[in-house]
């Protein structure tokens, strides 16, 4: 019966998907032969739409099974014991969440987080009734003015499929058509652009709070998506793509695999609009054409997630050749092209020696090794041409041979005319004094203009009446360690840090000196400030911890912490530092300086800093690509040139 069977399914693959014949009926082979005892569940849904005689319906369950052998979702009790956690948190409604603080809580009390996950595959449990359901929920929205321009194939990709990851699959159309569908029924919504920024409208009301880490590497099911108060940038994606196609709304998931000037990749949506053209947003925070554009020097590629397998892609053309395991994917396409603001540039790149290699691959720098981002065919064995790759971003191209990336020739810059410029090191020495590891933190730059006005004080009563002022903050402060001289030299029981009127606090460690001593003085810790809504853990006492990345926060201005001293004190001096992302040499760490030659990173020796922010390095070579590693603390570390005497970040 199985053969019988298999062979009609055969036949209606064949007919109905003739320009992709072969593909097609592999596809479906492939699936009923993995769903051993659920095949039957299979099987009745093509029967269903074989007997219904709609065919196209039929080619849709067909073009689902096709592409479902190798879809998965994991179940257990870990799972279960998340799931329970995770959705009894998002029923808190408050204004902001201590998301490290709850993740703590479910790891410290989790029962089951030893142990493994179980792997269960579409093709073995998902029954005839769901996908049919899926099915029919889908076509009942296709055909509305903001997807009528969708042609088969497709409405097959940006509407039909069941899932977006590897989440719980579940009948979730339902319950988010009638959430957001009613926002779309005024007659002047015509487009794909115009219902994806309504129901954007609605997302962006949503509390949204972006984890740097999850608990557990799962994508979210979507009835618990439904209820997110805070997710990783991949979670709220999702959660847009329910909500849009779930009313008929063209929406695709698009991602970013890793920052060409940046640590980690992002995650973000796309809606292809009436015109046929595609355009970004941010699922619950950014509207179409709002999102990427701020990052346009910051994407060396962009991929997009499909359900379907592309042809286009490495792992569809790569043969026997092994390849990283990124490009494996066969659901992913390569859109990088879309967006012209990104200057995207079709380079060569030569190969240093013969290769009989089909592929090559462009590399961008993370501290865990470099990463590959695109690849491209090699020609003459030595050359490679890469297509449509992001400018103002330091790449190294490699091979894979072995289950391992080889780097080749010199790392370079590709600029925004499409020149390459490489990194090679010279005979020529220098000797340099870093200050940092990682470029300041972008997310951090508003904080120095507003912190002129602050002010250090002392007092000879714990309400500040009548107090002195030591010092006042008059210029925007840098993101070092400061040391100012006092402008009092009255003896005070009392010593506080004063915000000023346009910052919440926002001072990370304050130090008070007494004359002679290089001890930082010590006492009760005390203050007057509303606790912070977003940091509310981030009291007095982080200014006085010895730790420069932790940071006083209020939710008031003019707030201020300090200390009581055990006995009356002249202040000699005061040095603080702002609230920062520690990325600045600190005293007492060690640090290694390296450079890239020939493939591999090469030292220069390791140093205890003796000092803050400062770190002398003699004998550099000079025109060589660098990397300052810190191997007491942190994990923020960025190439860099050095040029005209100052450090360019890459």
């Known amino acids: 019966m199985y053969r019988i069977l298999l062979y009609i ?19 479906v082979e492939e699936a009923l032969s993995k769903a051993g005892g659920n095949r039957k569940e299979l099987f009745q849904v093509i029967r269903h739409y074989q007997d219904s005689g709609d065919s196209l319906k039929l080619k849709a369950a067909l073009f689902l099974i096709e592409n479902m052998a190798d879809k998965y979702y994991l179940t257990g009790n870990l799972i279960n014991e998340f799931y329970t956690f995770i959705d009894s948190v998002y029923q808190i409604k408050q204004p902001e969440y201590d998301i490290p603080a709850i993740y703590d809580a479910f790891g410290n009390k989790a029962i089951y987080r030893d142990e493994k996950p179980q ?4 093709v073995q449990t998902l029954s005839a009734d769901f996908l049919i359901q899926n099915i029919e929920e889908a076509f009942a929205v296709w055909g509305r003015p903001w997807n009528k321009h969708l042609t088969f194939d497709e409405f097959c990709e940006w509407i039909l499929p069941y899932r977006v990851a590897t989440e719980i699959p579940e009948s979730w159309r339902k319950l988010y058509r009638e959430r957001f569908e009613p926002l779309l029924q005024s007659d002047t919504i015509q487009t794909a652009k115009q219902a994806c920024t309504i129901i954007n409208n609605e997302l962006i009301k949503l509390p949204i709070h972006i984890a740097l880490d999850a608990v557990l590497p799962i994508s979210l099911r979507p009835s618990t998506l439904a209820d997110i108060k805070f997710g990783l940038c991949n979670d709220y994606a999702n959660l847009a ?8 709304v063209p929406v695709a998931v698009e991602n970013v695999p890793h920052w060409g000037r940046g640590n980690n990749s992002h995650v973000f949506n796309a809606v292809y609009d009436n015109d046929g053209t595609w355009h970004d947003f941010s699922g619950a925070e950014q509207n179409p054409d ?7 020097y910051e994407i060396p590629k962009v991929y997009r997630k499909t359900y379907g397998k592309q042809d286009g892609s490495l792992a569809m053309q790569c043969g026997n050749e092994d390849i990283p395991d990124f490009f494996k994917n066969p659901y992913i396409q390569d859109v990088t092209q879309n967006y012209s603001f990104v200057e995207a540039k079709d380079i060569i790149v030569p190969l240093p020696d013969k290769t009989d290699r089909k592929f090559a691959y462009l590399c961008v720098f993370d501290r865990t090794g470099w990463i590959p981002v695109a690849w491209g065919k090699v020609f003459g064995k030595r050359q490679v041409s890469f297509n449509a790759i992001g400018p103002n971003i330091v790449y190294h191209s490699a091979l894979y041979t072995d289950g391992a990336l080889q780097l080749t020739g010199a790392p370079f810059l590709l600029d925004t005319l499409g020149r390459i410029t490489k990194y090679m090191p010279q005979k ?4 340099y004094v870093l200050e940092r590891k990682n470029p300041p933190a972008d997310n ?28 006042t903050i008059e210029k925007e402060p840098d993101f070092k360690y400061t040391t100012v001289a006092s402008a009092s030299q009255a003896m005070v029981k009392y010593v506080r840090y004063l915000s000023s009127d346009k910052t919440w606090g926002n001072m990370s460690e304050v130090e008070f000196y007494a004359e002679g001593s290089d001890l930082p003085l010590k006492g009760k810790v005390i203050g007057k400030y509303l606790p912070s809504m977003y940091y509310p853990r981030n009291g007095a006492a982080n200014m006085f911890d010895g730790d420069p990345l932790t940071f006083f926060h209020s939710n008031d201005t003019l707030s201020w912490g300090g200390l009581e001293l055990e006995q009356p004190t002249a202040i000699s001096r005061i040095r603080y530092i702002i609230r920062n992302d520690d990325n600045g040499i600190r005293k007492g760490h060690e640090y290694e300086l390296l450079y ?13 800093a003796v000092e803050d922010d400062s770190l002398l390095y003699k004998d550099i070579p000079k025109g060589a690509l660098y990397w300052l590693r810190d191997y007491t603390r942190g994990h923020e570390e960025r190439i860099f040139e050095i040029k005209d005497n100052r450090v360019i970040w890459h």
């Open 9 to 27: 399914i055969s036949v209606t693959v064949l007919f109905l998907c003739s320009c992709k014949m072969q593909t097609a009926e592999t596809g």
């Open 119 to 122: 792997v269960n595959w579409d």
């Open 241 to 248: 793509l329910f909500a849009m196609r779930a009313s008929g």
């Open 290 to 296: 709002e999102h990427l554009v701020r990052f346009r």
């Open 428 to 431: 020529e020495k220098m000797d």
């Open 444 to 471: 951090l730059m508003y904080l120095p203009p507003t912190m002129p006005g602050s002010k250090f004080q002392g007092a000879d009563n714990p309400d500040f009446q009548n107090a002195v002022t030591f010092h």
């Open 596 to 608: 890239m030659d020939n493939g591999s990173w090469k030292s220069l020796g390791k140093q205890i």
